[in-house]
C-alpha cells in the first residue's frame, strides 16, 4: 500500500500546542509532534468506537495488552505477559511515578545529558539530588562515559534513562546498553527507561528494549512505551509501563496517588489498532523520516554555515550546534529572524545554550519551507 506523508494538514485553530505557540507567521518546528495524519486503521477504529457513543471509563481488554504483547515479541523478541503492562496517560507521569515509589529522601537520580526537559526536571518534583552525565562526542557519535557513569550511581537510587535518546536521537547498540544495565545492577539503582521512540530507529537498527537484555535486569527495570510518537497519537494521553517484576509492579502502580488516573477508551482504541494493523503504515513511515534526515543532514551541511548536525538514529528530531555562528541565542535568532520556532538548547542541559532541536516530522515540502527560511535568515547577517 502507499500512504501519503507529503499533504500539509492545516492545524492552525485547532488548539494544537505546536501550532499554538507561535504568531501565526512562525513555522513550528519544536514540540515531539509530528505534521502527520494518524494511521488510517487507527482513524478507521477511531470512527467505529465513536459509533458506540458511550465514552465512559474504561479499562485495558485483552485485545489491547495481546496486540502489545504480540508487536513487542516480533519487533524485539522480548516476551511480555499481558498483566506485566500498566496503562497510564503518558510517559511523564510513568517516571515521576517511579522515582516517588523508589528513590529515598536524599538518594541522587542519575540521567545523561543532553536530555529531555521533564526528565531533567523530575527529581526536583520530588526533592531528589540530580546528577547530570554528559555524553561524549567522538568521530560523530555520542557514546556514554562508562566510568563518569559509573562514579554517578554510587548510592544512586535510579538512573532515567531515555533510548532512542531526545535529543540527539541516539540508539544504544548492545553492548553500550547492557553496560550501562550492568553499571545499575552494580550500584543497586533502579532503571527507569523511557523508550517512547523505540520503533523510530533508521539505517537497519533495531531498539533494544532494556529489560530484554537479561532477566536480572528486566527484574530492576521499568519500561515506559507508547504508541503515541510513532503513529502520531500523543494528544490521546495514553502510554504503558511494561513492569515485569510483580512486588515492582505492585508499588509502582500504587504511586499514581490520585494524581495519575486511568487513560480514555479512544487511547486504548487507538493504541491496539496501531500495534496490531499498522505495520506497512510504519515501514513506509520510517522510510519517509529517513529520507527527511537524510535530506536535512546535507541542506544543514550545504546551505546553513556554521550549523553543526550529526545524524541522528533515531526519532525525528535533529540536534544542531550553532556554536560557531557566534550567536548570543540561536534560538531567539532563528525565532526572530527566521521566523522558525525550535526548542531551545538550554531546555535539555545547561551547557547547551548554543543548540537547537529541529523537529523533521513533517512534510517534505514544509521541511523545506524551514530550511529556505533559516538559508535566508544567515545569509542577511
Known sequence: MSFDFDTIHSRLGTGSTKWSRYPDDVLPMWIADMDFAAPPAVLHALR????????????????VREAIVADLWAKYAWRVQPDELLFLPGVEPGFNMALHAFVQPGQPVVLQTPNYRPIRLAPGHWNLPRVEVPFELRNGEYLTPLPALRT???????LLLSNPHNPIGKVFPHEELLAVANACLDSGALII????????????????????????????????????????????????????????????????????????????????????????????????????????????????????MHAPQGTFLAWLDCSALGLNDPHAFFLEQAKVGLSAGIEFCDDSQQFVRLNFGCPRAMLEEGVQRMERALSQR
Open 48 to 63: 467505529e468506537r465513536l459509533d458506540q457513543q458511550i465514552l465512559g471509563y474504561s479499562v485495558a481488554g485483552p485485545q
Open 152 to 158: 554517578a550511581l554510587s548510592g544512586a537510587g535510579a
Open 193 to 308: 527507561s523511557d523508550e517512547i521512540h523505540a520503533q523510530l530507529c533508521f539505517d537497519g537498527r533495531r531498539h533494544i528494549p532494556t529489560a530484554s537484555l537479561s532477566p536480572e535486569i528486566a527484574q530492576r527495570t521499568i519500561t515506559l512505551m507508547s504508541a503515541s510518537k510513532a503513529y502520531n497519537v500523543a494528544g490521546l494521553k495514553t502510554c504503558f509501563a511494561v513492569v515485569q517484576n510483580a512486588e515492582v509492579r505492585k508499588r509502582f502502580n500504587a504511586a499514581r496517588c490520585g494524581m495519575v488516573d486511568s487513560v480514555s477508551p479512544l487511547g486504548l482504541e487507538a493504541t491496539r489498532a496501531a500495534y496490531s494493523q499498522c505495520g506497512e503504515w510504519l515501514a513506509a513511515l520510517l522510510q519517509y523520516l529517513q529520507a527527511n534526515r537524510d535530506y536535512l543532514f546535507d541542506a544543514v551541511h550545504s546551505r546553513l554555515p556554521g550549523v553543526v
